[in-house]
C-alpha cells in the first residue's frame, strides 16, 4: 500500500481506517519525481487544499476499501470508544511526513485515565513509532511542522490549555532542546493588564494549528467567552528555534 493512498481516507474517531484492496501486487520500484514524493506527503493542515487530489480511489473500486488496522487512542475503562458523547469529539487532521503519521489526541473530560498525546505511527500498519504524553490538553485540529533550519530541527508543535505552546523533536518525540523552558513557552505572558486576573488563564488558548512561516511560528489567539476584562486576543509571532516573540500585532489598539 503507498503512503498517499492513506492520507485521502485518515479518520479520526475511535481509530484509523484503511486499506483498499487492490490486488494488482507490489508497486515498481522505480524512482519517485518530486512531485510525487510532494504527493505522498500531507506536511500541513489542509496541505493547501480543502481535498485531496489522489487518483488510486475511484467511485469503481471504493467498495472494495476494507479496515487496514486500528489505532486505540484511549487508555481508560472504554478502550474501543473512550470518548462517549459530544463534548468528546473533536477533528484533528494527521500529517503525513516522511513516511510517518503524526497525530495529537485531547484528553477525556470524563475518563481521567485518557490523556493528551501526540503520535507517530507507521502509515502501513499503525505501529507506534513513539508516543509523547502532555502534561496539559492538546485543543484544536493538529500539529504544524517546521523542517528546520539546517542546524536545529525537524520539530512539531501544538499549543495545549492554558496558554501554552510546545515543540515536539519529530525524530524522538522529545521536548525540542533550546525551545523556551524544556520545550514549553508560556503565551498567556503578554496577553494580560492590570484588569486581567490569573484565574482567565483556565479559558486562554492558542488555536492549533500554528502557522509555520519561514522560521517564524504564527498564532491567533482565544481569549474565552466569560465577560470582560479578557486576555488580549492579538495576533503574534515566535522563532520556531527560541520560541522568543519576534512580533505582536494587536487587534484592538
Request: a positive charge; zero cysteines.
Amino acid at each position: 500500500m503507498t503512503i498517499r493512498r492513506l492520507v485521502l481516507l485518515l479518520a479520526v474517531s475511535a481509530g484509523f481506517l484503511v486499506s483498499p484492496m487492490w490486488g494488482q501486487g507490489p508497486a515498481p520500484k522505480s524512482v519517485p519525481t518530486r512531485a510525487q514524493r510532494l504527493a505522498d506527503q500531507w506536511p500541513n493542515y489542509q496541505n493547501n487544499s480543502n481535498f485531496s487530489p489522489l487518483t488510486q480511489i475511484t467511485p469503481q473500486n471504493v467498495s472494495k476499501l476494507a479496515q487496514a488496522w486500528t489505532f486505540h487512542y484511549g487508555g481508560g475503562s472504554l478502550p474501543e470508544f473512550p470518548f462517549v458523547g459530544l463534548d468528546n469529539r473533536f477533528e484533528v487532521q494527521p500529517l503525513l511526513i516522511g513516511g510517518v503519521l503524526y497525530i495529537s489526541t485531547p484528553t477525556s473530560a470524563q475518563d481521567p485515565n485518557v490523556k493528551s498525546t501526540v503520535t507517530a505511527l507507521e502509515p502501513e500498519t499503525g505501529k507506534v513509532l513513539w508516543q509523547y504524553t502532555s502534561p496539559r490538553n492538546i485543543h484544536g485540529r493538529g500539529l504544524a511542522y517546521w523542517k528546520g533550519n539546517g542546524t536545529v530541527g525537524p520539530r512539531l508543535y501544538f499549543a495545549t490549555d492554558k496558554g501554552y505552546m510546545m515543540a515536539l523533536d519529530i525524530r524522538t518525540g522529545e521536548p525540542a532542546h533550546g525551545f523556551g523552558n524544556n520545550g514549553e513557552v508560556d503565551v498567556y505572558v503578554g496577553v494580560t493588564s492590570e484588569k486581567v486576573p490569573e484565574s482567565r488563564r483556565d479559558t486562554f488558548t492558542i488555536p492549533n494549528p500554528l502557522t509555520v512561516y519561514k522560521n517564524l511560528l504564527i498564532s491567533g489567539a482565544r481569549p474565552g467567552e466569560q465577560p470582560p476584562p479578557q486576555p488580549r486576543g492579538d495576533i503574534r509571532a515566535w522563532d520556531a528555534v527560541t520560541g522568543k516573540l519576534v512580533w505582536d500585532f494587536h487587534v484592538i489598539p
